[in-house]
Protein backbone atom coordinates (compact mmCIF):
# COMPACT_ATOMS: atom_id res chain seq x y z
CA UNK A 1 0.00 0.00 0.00
CA UNK A 2 3.13 2.44 0.79
CA UNK A 3 4.31 1.92 -2.91
CA UNK A 4 1.04 3.01 -4.48
CA UNK A 5 0.97 5.81 -2.39
CA UNK A 6 4.60 6.46 -3.24
CA UNK A 7 3.82 6.31 -7.27
CA UNK A 8 1.08 8.21 -6.77
CA UNK A 9 2.63 11.57 -5.01
CA UNK A 10 5.65 10.73 -7.70
CA UNK A 11 2.86 10.53 -10.55
CA UNK A 12 1.74 13.94 -8.81
CA UNK A 13 4.49 15.82 -8.49
CA UNK A 14 5.72 15.37 -11.94
CA UNK A 15 2.46 16.26 -13.31
CA UNK A 16 2.67 19.38 -11.05
CA UNK A 17 6.47 19.92 -12.40
CA UNK A 18 5.56 20.08 -16.00
CA UNK A 19 3.18 22.95 -15.71
CA UNK A 20 5.47 25.02 -14.08
CA UNK A 21 7.97 26.33 -16.58
CA UNK A 22 11.49 25.94 -15.59
CA UNK A 23 12.61 29.22 -16.62
CA UNK A 24 10.28 32.26 -17.23
CA UNK A 25 11.19 34.61 -20.39
CA UNK A 26 12.70 37.93 -19.91
CA UNK A 27 10.79 40.37 -22.02
CA UNK A 28 14.05 40.50 -24.08
CA UNK A 29 14.18 36.96 -24.64
CA UNK A 30 10.68 37.13 -25.67
CA UNK A 31 11.40 39.92 -28.04
CA UNK A 32 14.55 37.88 -29.46
CA UNK A 33 12.22 34.51 -29.92
CA UNK A 34 9.72 36.87 -31.93
CA UNK A 35 12.06 38.37 -34.20
CA UNK A 36 13.54 34.70 -34.79
CA UNK A 37 10.16 33.64 -35.53
CA UNK A 38 9.99 36.32 -38.30
CA UNK A 39 8.20 39.01 -36.17
CA UNK A 40 8.78 42.93 -36.40
CA UNK A 41 7.91 45.73 -34.61
CA UNK A 42 7.22 44.31 -31.50
CA UNK A 43 5.63 46.54 -29.16
CA UNK A 44 3.23 46.84 -26.41
CA UNK A 45 4.43 43.65 -24.06
CA UNK A 46 2.07 43.31 -21.45
CA UNK A 47 1.71 40.01 -18.51
CA UNK A 48 -2.07 39.59 -18.87
CA UNK A 49 -4.15 36.91 -17.11
CA UNK A 50 -4.46 34.58 -20.90
CA UNK A 51 -0.57 35.21 -20.90
CA UNK A 52 2.11 37.41 -21.86
CA UNK A 53 0.74 39.70 -24.71
CA UNK A 54 2.07 41.65 -27.65
CA UNK A 55 1.67 43.66 -30.66
CA UNK A 56 3.92 43.17 -33.66
CA UNK A 57 3.94 42.70 -37.75
CA UNK A 58 4.09 39.31 -39.34
CA UNK A 59 4.55 39.84 -43.41
CA UNK A 60 3.68 43.55 -43.59
CA UNK A 61 0.63 42.55 -41.58
CA UNK A 62 -0.20 43.67 -37.32
CA UNK A 63 -1.21 40.90 -35.16
CA UNK A 64 -1.70 40.30 -31.58
CA UNK A 65 0.19 38.35 -30.03
CA UNK A 66 -0.15 35.48 -26.95
CA UNK A 67 2.29 33.78 -25.55
CA UNK A 68 1.80 31.43 -22.90
CA UNK A 69 3.52 30.14 -19.72
CA UNK A 70 5.32 27.22 -21.89
CA UNK A 71 6.40 30.02 -24.48
CA UNK A 72 4.36 28.77 -27.05
CA UNK A 73 3.37 31.88 -29.51
CA UNK A 74 -0.28 32.31 -30.97
CA UNK A 75 -1.74 34.84 -33.31
CA UNK A 76 -5.18 36.29 -32.09
CA UNK A 77 -7.36 38.66 -34.22
Avoid: F, W
Avoid at 1 to 19: D, E, P
Avoid at 22 to 31: G, P
Avoid at 41 to 52: F, H, L, Q, R
Wanted: proline share 3%; no cysteine.
Amino acid sequence: MHKRRLSHLILALTIAGAAVPAHALTQDELVAKLRAAGYAEISEVKSTAEGTTAKAMKNGKPVRLVIDSSGQVKERD
